[in-house]
């Protein structure tokens, strides 16, 4: 069973800077594609980015330019480094893992696990 757990959320003034972290255990995380999603209050779950097995990445188009997935396989860690921050984007940032051998996905609904969230919040 994999579990996920993310770190890394707080608070942070519009234009800052913050980055997440997703530890992975209990599975072979170094094939798994890695998925970062959010939720804000009264939302939607929405993808923000991913990052496969391989390494190829791809974003939300509100997170190009401005947010970076990468994943470090001997420390079974998945980073988000988001960059000029908006109030829009205050959420509940959630990690997530799909099974082996798998493309990063934009829909949660292929996501297998899911880490228990960490709360960004964006002050304007």
């Known amino acids: 069973q994999v579990q996920l757990v993310e770190s890394g959320g707080g608070l942070v003034q519009a234009g800052g800077s913050l980055r997440l972290s997703c530890t992975a255990s209990?599975?072979?995380?170094?094939?798994?594609?890695m998925g970062w999603f959010r939720q804000a209050p009264g939302k939607e779950r929405e993808f923000v980015a991913g990052?496969?097995?391989?390494?190829?990445?791809n974003y939300a188009d509100s997170a190009k330019g401005r947010f970076t997935v990468s994943r470090d396989n001997a420390k079974n860690t998945v980073d988000l480094q988001m960059n000029n921050l908006k109030p829009e984007e205050t959420a509940v940032y959630y990690c997530?893992?799909?099974?082996?051998?798998?493309?990063?996905?934009?829909?949660?609904?292929?996501?297998?696990?899911w880490g228990q969230g960490t709360q960004v919040t964006v002050s304007s």
């Open positions: 990052i496969s097995w391989i390494g190829s990445t």
């Open positions: 997530a893992a799909r099974r082996s051998l798998s493309v990063a996905t934009s829909n949660s609904d292929q996501y297998d696990y």
């Open positions: 209990g599975g072979t995380f170094s094939y798994s594609a």
